[in-house]
């Protein structure tokens, strides 16, 4: 369909989500615009005689949706490594072999990397040691890296070509894992592995570029097809951004994007190199635009939880219930598996602090200074205070990139929402990650709630849906339908007192992602001289269609990307 057409689309369900939840039934756009939204007499009219006209049946027309945390940059760099996951990879064995295999066809001295491994799916139950990865890859430097992103496995050239021995201090914000002696296991925890990741991500680079546009470019068609119309890439680091500029400068950046630079020394580091080095440049300032620096405060799954004796009690005895309630140890499991440490204060502590208070308030202060916004990564309720009070001392300018952001923001309570909504912080949430088999045999903290969106609305607080892809599924209507029903791999619904109505999960992947964006006046609803970014869906869109409704077509910047709606 020709850009410089006017197209109709009639007999629709076209749901703007403007302020006032307008519907109408039908709309139009003409050299990437919408030209009308309303009754098809007067859509028609606008649009004039010689518009392509396409009849819906009733379907539903939405908003493009927008995954305000995503990670294309990581799909197409490691989309073409060796994924440790079933069916190929089920236990040590079958881990070591894909390894092998992979080092065999590797260019010598080179870099052999892996990801998405788990050990909760392996049948030993346990990650690979040292020994088992010198085994299956004794001539390469070796990065596996673990599916959430926050550990990884090396091999013995690997720990060396990081220069981490015996005698290596533990990094702040980071844990060396030991085993007899005081050797390195080869598990590398948050800050530890950032040496080994950043000489990985610098080999994959070198070695292979246009494997790596060639796979950015699948990804967008990908995310189009299943109606993402913009996207943030929420770790960027320089060698990164530099491959997204070519990839736009050869018109291959389908889905506008907005990057969030992190450092060059790793993700996980803090970016002072950002901070003080040159102002990134945003190209055409819409397919592709640079946005808040990203900091990361804590770890997965041991994140930065502070509780109670009551609540650590209370989550104790939740447990034992669910486990004898279910007839396994897995929630047992599942609360051990953090960690707990008790303090002297008498609270109980897990995971690992990324920034005290005064090194974030420091951080966000000189990011402020530079132009930026921050995007805090921040899952436990102890790295969500600890960001909440850096953002208190620092006052926001107006003329910043992007506003605040906490991203994912999972264990909160009441008091600590009201905080979040008094330092004017959005939240940027994954439901689908309600999906992830560890929740599936977690109970409830006592006073927290996981992913509180019911709350954190009632509190005003701007929230905003993503995927967190490729952690989890990219599918937004699959977000939109974990918001409503938040139900885990089990069927039982997790703290269905935070279920949100169908109404307000769109919104988070429409007109909030845009808000918290700061692109709310070109797209994220649908109205007159904005942007025609629009979803069409296979069926009218209610409470009883959601479980199965599907993108039939998708509309960037007026352009038919998935297959038309008349095909």
């Known amino acids: 369909m020709s850009g410089a057409q006017a197209h109709v689309l009639v007999n629709a369900d076209v749901r703007t989500l403007n302020d006032g939840g307008d519907r109408a039934e039908a709309i139009a756009w003409k050299n990437g615009r919408i030209v009308a939204v309303g009754t098809r007499a007067e859509v028609e009219l606008a649009a004039g005689p010689q518009a392509e006209c396409v009849d819906l049946g009733g379907a539903t027309v939405l908003p493009g949706f927008i995954d305000a945390h995503h990670h294309p940059g990581i799909v197409a760099l490691y989309g073409g490594v060796v994924r440790l996951v079933p069916p190929v990879v089920t236990d040590i ?4 072999e894909a390894l092998a295999a992979r080092a065999a066809v590797t260019e010598p001295g080179a870099w052999v990397v892996a990801t998405n491994w788990d050990e909760h799916l392996l049948a030993e139950g346990r990650a690979p040691t040292r020994d088992e990865l010198d085994d299956a890859v004794p001539d390469h430097p070796l990065f596996a890296m673990h599916y959430t992103c926050h550990r990884a496995a090396t091999n013995s050239r690997g720990l060396e070509a990081a220069g981490i021995g015996k005698d290596t201090p533990e990094p702040a914000g980071g844990a060396i894992l030991r085993g007899k002696g005081g050797l390195p296991t080869g598990i590398l925890v948050e800050r530890a592995f950032c040496g080994v990741e950043t000489l990985a991500r610098r080999s994959l680079i070198a070695r292979d570029p246009e494997g790596f546009l060639r796979r950015l470019a699948a990804h967008y068609r990908t995310m189009a097809e299943a109606g993402i119309t ?30 969030l630079p992190v450092s060059d020394a790793s993700y996980l580091q803090e970016p002072w190199d950002i901070i003080g080095g040159p102002l990134p440049q945003d190209g055409d300032g819409e397919l592709l635009t640079t946005g808040p620096i990203k900091l990361v405060f804590d770890g997965v799954p041991g994140c930065a939880m502070c509780l109670s004796w009551w609540q650590a009690f ?3 005895l939740r447990s034992f219930g669910l486990a004898v309630a279910r007839g396994t140890f897995e929630p047992i499991r599942t609360a051990l598996s953090l960690g707990p440490q008790l303090g002297s204060d008498l609270k109980l502590r897990t995971g690992i602090r990324m920034y005290h208070t005064e090194e974030a308030a420091r951080i966000v202060r000189a990011a402020s200074d530079r132009g930026f916004a921050v995007a805090t990564h921040a899952i436990g309720n102890e790295a969500v205070e600890i960001a909440v009070a850096a953002y208190a001392e620092v006052p926001e300018a107006s003329d910043l990139r992007g506003l605040r952001r906490l991203e994912h923001a999972c264990f909160l309570d009441l008091a600590l929402i009201r905080k979040i909504a008094d330092v004017g912080a959005a939240v940027v949430s994954q439901p689908e990650l309600v999906r992830l088999p560890t929740l599936a045999h977690a109970a409830s903290i006592p006073g927290l709630r996981y992913m509180p969106h019911r709350w954190l609305l009632d509190a005003k607080v701007k929230l905003v849906g993503s995927s967190d892809h490729p952690v989890a599924g990219l599918d937004p209507l699959e977000g939109v339908r974990a918001a409503v029903d938040r139900r885990t791999v089990r069927g039982h619904a997790h703290e269905p007192d935070q279920a949100i109505d169908l109404d307000e999960a769109l919104l988070m992947y429409t007109r909030t992602a845009a808000e918290v964006c700061g692109v709310l006046d070109r797209c994220g609803t649908l109205e007159a001289g904005k942007r025609a970014d629009l979803v069409v869906l296979d069926v009218p869109l209610d409470g009883q269609t959601l479980a199965s409704a599907k993108v039939a077509s998708t509309i960037i910047g007026g352009a038919w990307i998935a297959p038309a709606a008349e095909a």
Not at 93 to 96: D, I, N
Not at 238 to 250: G, K, N
Request: aromatic share 2%; charged share 25%.
């Open 93 to 96: 064995r079958s881990l070591q």
């Open 230 to 259: 913009r996207v943030v890439d929420a770790t960027v680091p320089p060698d990164v951004m530099t491959l997204y500029r070519e990839s736009a400068r050869r018109g291959d950046v389908l889905v506008p994007t907005m990057m």
């Open 314 to 316: 209370g989550a104790t």
